[in-house]
């Protein structure tokens, strides 16, 4: 009889450690990084958040370009086409109010959004286009804000495109606005700088927000590391038993 409790005893052992066994692979499991789930043109759902953020605090930022903008007009920065700068600021104040209203996030994963924020970016491109070629080279420097605004937005080939738009924009300013060629070179290298640090800052974000693991995954291995070993019975030589007289 004795021989037969160890023997019964001993497979429950074994197969609770099989099971605890198997609940910490899976929690262990639970910690890999999965592959981020993909939304349109190839976008993970956390550059989607990134972008949405960006396009919604974006909004700020145009306000401080409209209001730049209309001290400029205010100082007589461009007098001889004071009415045509004045009537852009009004343009761009409503194309900006109206696109705060955007929901971005969801937006974005459908043609609408997407072709909206092409509208958007080719619109704010013209904006600075138009404001340097009537009010002169000074509001040129609303690209350090405008061009990294648009590599961030964007993505997949409408990023390049958008880019390519814009340095062509550039070279065309470049051309026909009266500046320097010293100071005008010197503009498009710190543009150029400023995007690429934006790029390079957007996706170290992203994938340090990718690399975190969930808390639920943290739990789990709690679960299986300290609630799950309790529930293993004792050895056999340390319990009491009763005495069966064998």
Not at 166 to 188: E, F, I, K, N, Q
Request: aromatic share 8%.
């Amino acid at each position: 009889m004795l021989g037969l409790d160890n023997a019964v005893e001993s497979a429950n052992v074994l197969r609770m450690r099989d099971v605890t066994r198997r609940k910490r692979d899976s929690a262990t499991a639970a910690l890999r990084p999965a592959p981020a789930p993909l939304a349109a043109d190839g976008d993970t759902h956390i550059e989607l958040d990134f972008r949405s953020q960006a396009l919604r605090h974006g909004s700020w930022l145009g306000w401080l370009s409209i209001i730049a903008v209309l001290g400029g007009v205010a100082l007589d920065a461009g007098s001889k086409h004071r009415w045509l700068l004045l009537g852009l600021a009004l343009a761009a104040a409503f194309g900006n109010a109206v696109a705060m209203f955007v929901p971005w996030r969801e937006w974005l994963q459908i043609r609408r959004g997407r072709l909206l924020l092409d509208l958007w970016s080719g619109g704010l491109i013209g904006f600075v286009a138009l404001l340097v070629f009537t009010g002169g080279p000074n509001f040129s420097l609303l690209l350090f804000l405008a061009i990294p605004f648009i590599a961030v937005v964007q993505v997949g080939w409408r990023r390049g495109f958008w880019l390519t738009v814009s340095a062509g924009m550039c070279a065309l300013a470049a051309a026909l606005v009266p500046l320097p060629a010293g100071p005008t070179a010197m503009r498009l290298a710190l543009v150029a700088a400023a995007v690429a640090a934006v790029l390079v800052l957007a996706r170290t974000l992203c994938r340090e927000a990718g690399a975190q693991p969930p808390t639920s995954s943290y739990s789990a291995v709690r679960t299986a590391v300290t609630v799950v070993p309790s529930t293993i019975p004792p050895p056999a030589s340390n319990r009491s038993r009763p005495s069966t007289g064998c």
